[in-house]
């Protein structure tokens, strides 16, 4: 079978929900993925953050094969060590009390906001249906009827209603629209320190330390969606740490694995997680010991590896480089960490064309909205892998 046949049959026998680029791939290893023709792509999105530790990374592989070939799967009815050890590793790492294993983001999120409504009846004492949750416009959280009911995306939303009640949202990076929002049956503030999809939208300085501020003086949960930004993908562990705040609940996912399964997690204080009784809440694959062993060991490849300080490092060359092409494509680049998006002028005539280009010369990027491209690489890569990368980005985004 050829690139065409693939595609027939993904598009014949598939859900339309994606546009993938038209590439096939069947090989990935740290920075590199190869296509079924044998060409090789430095991939520049990592999966949107899931690869932060570069594809099928040999440690976390073989404790992915050491688990399986042990135990994979008891469901929760019973306990298994892995867990255990998954969770004491986590919350030592983070420094929060308590931690819930589920699989994907969207569920931690919603893990998120079911412990934020119960501890707001339970804790705080919102009459019951009452609770409140303030959330960001341009917010990207996951796709669950829940998560789209607070989408400020047409797009997200059209067709799907209706919709959960309970949502309010303010404009993002807007401390005082987030007070006037608060009322006595506010319960959080769900928020991502910066704004991914949306097209890596950085919020002005201050303005973590200030919804800090603001969330505490009103008894207010601040929570803060790192599934994209966090584990070491903008430079710090999570993004929150560039204003030295930590938020009362923090979900994590995507790179928890490496890219090997589906695992995330939600991470809290003690009295907000603590509200879930048994029964409450759940999920069969939830904390299951292969996810656990697999997510355990891609923590400590980005301690072992330096992948944060990696990071900044490399980070602050490709966004000095890029800031540095002087195409009239480029409107703005802006990043932190190795999460960039360069924005291009409306009549560029969109990013997706950039990012055909940029895969015909070997370079894997995906865009974001219409006109942001996001260059997110594996944390391993290296000065010489960018300066190959930038090679390409210029010659695209200078002749087209
Ligand atoms: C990807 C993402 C999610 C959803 O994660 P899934 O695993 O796709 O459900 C939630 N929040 C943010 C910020 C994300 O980037």
């Not at 412990?115 to 609770?131: H, L, S, T």
Request: hydrophobic share 40%; with cysteine; glycine share 10%.
């Amino acid at each position: 079978m050829n690139t065409q046949d693939y595609i027939a049959l993904e598009e014949q026998y598939n859900a339309h929900n994606y546009h993938p680029l038209n590439v096939v791939l069947d090989r990935g290893q740290g920075i590199w993925v190869w296509d079924i023709e044998g060409n090789r792509y430095l991939d520049f999105l990592s999966a949107y953050s899931a690869i932060n530790q570069g594809h099928t990374h040999p440690r976390i592989l073989q404790a992915l094969i050491d688990q399986a070939s042990k135990l994979t799967l008891v469901s929760r009815a019973f306990r298994n060590d892995q867990i255990a050890l998954l969770a004491k590793e986590l919350c030592e790492l983070t420094g929060f009390d308590t931690m819930l294993p589920m699989n994907s983001g969207a569920e931690a999120v919603e893990t998120a906001l079911k412990a934020a409504r119960k501890w707001g009846y339970k804790v705080k004492g919102v009459p019951e249906n009452q609770a409140q949750i303030i959330t960001c416009e341009g917010n990207f959280q996951g796709r669950t009827i829940s998560i789209v009911s607070f989408s400020t995306e047409a797009q997200y939303r059209d067709g799907f209603g209706p919709f959960t009640p309970g949502f309010v949202t303010v404009p993002y990076g807007d401390a005082a629209a987030l007070e006037a929002a608060i009322t006595p049956n506010t319960v959080a503030f769900s928020l991502e320190p910066i704004q991914g999809e949306a097209g890596v939208i950085i919020p002005p300085d201050g303005y973590l330390q200030q919804v800090r501020e603001i969330c505490t003086r009103h008894n207010v949960l601040m929570m803060a969606d790192e599934i994209q930004t966090g584990l070491g993908r903008t430079g710090k562990l999570f993004a929150c740490d560039w204003e030295g705040v930590k938020p009362d609940v923090v979900t994590i996912g995507k790179a928890l694995s490496g890219g090997f399964y589906p695992v995330s997690a939600v991470l809290a204080r003690q009295d907000v997680l603590g509200v879930f009784k048994p029964g409450d809440h759940g999920s069969t694959f939830g904390g299951n010991p292969l996810g656990a062993a697999v997510a355990r060991e891609a923590l400590k490849v980005i301690v072992d590896e330096n992948l944060i300080e990696n990071a900044v490092q490399q980070g602050e060359y490709l966004k000095g480089r890029l800031e540095r092409i002087e195409s009239e494509h480029i409107a703005e680049v802006r990043g932190r960490g190795l999460l960039i998006g360069v924005e291009l002028k409306p009549e560029a005539g969109g990013a997706r064309r950039f990012c055909e280009m940029l895969k015909d010369e070997g370079l894997l990027c995906k865009e974001t909205h219409d006109n942001v491209i996001r260059f997110a690489p594996p944390l391993i890569i290296q000065r010489e892998d960018l300066d190959w990368a930038l090679e390409r980005i210029e010659k695209v985004l200078m002749t087209a």
